[in-house]
C-alpha cells in the first residue's frame, strides 16, 4: 500500500498563493504518476493537475496558467504552487498515487484550501 501526507494548505486571502505538498510512503514503484484533485462541498472532484515520472504534465483547464505542478523523485514529493488564488479555488485538495506497475490508486485525506478576506 501507499501512503500520501498532504501539507501546504489553509486560508490565503484572494489573489495570494499557497504552495502544496505530498510525500508518498510505502511500496512504491518507479512507473507512476501522481496528481492533485480538488473537491468542493456538494460537488464532484476534479482533476487539478498530474505528472507522470516520464515527465508529463497535464492541468485542468481552469487553472489558467496560475498553477504548477513538479515533483522531487529523491523525496516521493509532488508539490503544487497555486498563484493568483481566487474563492472558486476553495476546496478540498486531495494527493492521488497511481501505480503503473500494479494499477493501483491510492489518495491522501485531503487538505483544505480556503481563499477568502
Known amino acids: 500500500q501507499v501512503q500520501l501526507l498532504e501539507s501546504g494548505g489553509g486560508l490565503v486571502q484572494p489573489g495570494g498563493s499557497l504552495r502544496l505538498s505530498c510525500v508518498a510512503s510505502?511500496?512504491?514503484?518507479?512507473?507512476?504518476?501522481m496528481g492533485w484533485f480538488r473537491q468542493a462541498p456538494g460537488k464532484e472532484r476534479d482533476l487539478v493537475a498530474r505528472?507522470?515520472?516520464?515527465?508529463?504534465?497535464d492541468y485542468a483547464d481552469f487553472v489558467k496558467g496560475r498553477f504548477t505542478i513538479s515533483s522531487d523523485d529523491a523525496q516521493n514529493t509532488v508539490y503544487l504552487q497555486m498563484n493568483s488564488l481566487n474563492p472558486d479555488d476553495t476546496a478540498k485538495y486531495y494527493c492521488?498515487?497511481?501505480?503503473?506497475?500494479?494499477?493501483?490508486?491510492?489518495w491522501g485525506q485531503g487538505i483544505q484550501v480556503t481563499v477568502s478576506s
Open positions: 510505502g511500496r512504491l514503484y518507479r512507473l507512476n504518476a
Open positions: 492521488k498515487y497511481t501505480d503503473y506497475v500494479l494499477g493501483g490508486d491510492y
Open positions: 505528472i507522470t515520472s516520464g515527465g508529463m504534465i
